[in-house]
């Protein structure tokens, strides 16, 4: 008898350690995963995003380097937007995997419906809205922690005995 629940132990172990056999990317998901990421504008907000950045990295070399001339600087972006744009593809190719390591082939389906719905048309058109407010709130929220987290940090280590 003990031996009998012994081996089915072992057997819901090893089967419960298995790795489970991942959803094949069909054809078929593939191309809802691409409809998903053209409705929702994934990529574009990928574009948005590269271009912000960018404008943020030129400021810093013109700080760093206000020997380079202007002339020269602004015509930095357009090249580093050139980039990104021809090779969207391969960005693109690189998300479609992720999709469907986390979603399901019905699940993607279920969210091109929601997507498709007029809340979930007003959720994709708000996103980029909703996405910058909650970085700046994110901002602000960490700028209001850092005196806290100062204090915190300078009173542990005050009271293990370092210095500051």
């Given amino acids: 008898m003990k031996t ?5 132990s072992l057997v819901l172990l090893f089967s419960f350690s298995l790795p489970v056999k991942s959803e094949e990317l069909s054809p078929e998901k593939r191309a809802d995963i691409e409809r998903l990421l053209d409705m929702t504008g994934a990529m574009a907000l990928s574009t948005q995003m590269a271009s912000a950045v960018t404008t943020q990295l030129f400021q810093v070399i013109k700080k760093a380097r206000p ?9 930095l972006p357009a090249e580093v937007q050139a980039t990104f744009a021809a090779n969207m593809d391969s960005f693109k190719e690189a998300i479609i995997p992720i999709y469907h390591k986390h979603f399901s082939a019905s699940e993607i389906k279920e969210i091109i419906q929601f997507y498709s719905t007029d809340l979930g ?12 407010e909650s970085m700046l709130a994110g901002q602000r929220w960490g700028q209001s922690l850092g005196p806290e987290i100062d204090r915190r940090v300078k009173a542990r280590l005050k009271s293990e005995g370092v210095k500051i």
């Fill in 121 to 132: 048309k007003k959720t994709i058109r708000l996103m980029p809205v909703l996405m910058q």
């Fill in 4 to 8: 009998r629940y012994v081996l089915a």
């Fill in 67 to 75: 020997d380079i001339p202007a002339k020269v600087l602004d015509a």
